[in-house]
């Protein structure tokens, strides 16, 4: 049961910020609440536009400060402050200001006037949309290093009941032990599901869980597109845009003092799958998953 140990270089755009970092409708909003929020972005970078256009979309006249410019000059009407990527996060803000803050894998503030827009998926949408893509999915496998992913994780184990699904997760101490956990895995679980932890989302973490998969037959799910060139079997998560467009709706709620969960997950997600990937591992992917899917890969 090997783990081939492999060093590589990830070509997606996506992978490249979860190193660092770590759609657009409805009605839009009115110039007192755009004036109210302001936005900061770590980069200037194709993602980062795209969350911007999902934020605007929803309030367009919302001003926009890109950290790769200089010093952002938050207005002093500013009530709340998006904040797209972890150097935007990790930031020094006015004090009252409400943070909303996306794009920020690893990162949690601990202020109590703080909301995260999750890169995971909502619990039940990922359950079931795995589901669709392997039917006979009853094990799933979860590794992460970073302690944010804990939580998550338990969550995940309790909703997967409803679906007849046990989870196998365990936390690492680093990524060092990643050969270790995966051969621990080995037997015990269906597929493997991948979380957005720039500590494993690496140039070596990354070829480690896709040798793995291929060499033992044990599809692995991912959280983004941008993943699935590698040669993971599929992606399952929420674009930039929608995680734009989910910071427009909370920052919309703190404007007017409403209660919102202090996490927000995806339940408006996108299926890429990789039929290559798939036939490696001896899955055949139905048409139903073929036909939800958003790209299918040859």
Known sequence: MPVP??????????AVILFTLLAAGGPAAS????????????????????ALKGLQGEMPD???????RGEPEIPASARVIVLFGSKAAIREYPDGAVL???????????TKRSVKISML?????????????????KRLGILWVSPHFKTYASELSEAAKAFGISIESSQMDDESDLPEHLRRLYGKVDAIWLVPDPLLVNPKGLPVFIEFSHANRVPLFVPTGGLTDQGATAAVGPTFREMGRLAAAAAKKALKDEAQESTIYSSNVEIIINKTAAAQVGLKI???ALWSARQVLP
């Open 286 to 288: 139905p048409e139903e």
């Open 121 to 137: 998926p909502e619990h039940r949408t990922l359950l079931s949309d795995l589901r669709i893509i392997q039917p006979e999915l």
């Open 62 to 68: 919302v001003s926009a400060f890109f950290l790769t």
């Open 5 to 14: 140990e492999r060093s590589g270089r990830i070509r997606r755009l996506w």
């Open 100 to 110: 909303v803050y996306a794009m920020a894998s690893g990162v949690m503030l601990r």
């Open 31 to 50: 110039a007192a609440e755009a004036t109210s929020v302001a936005a900061v972005l770590s980069s200037e970078i194709g993602p980062y536009q795209e």
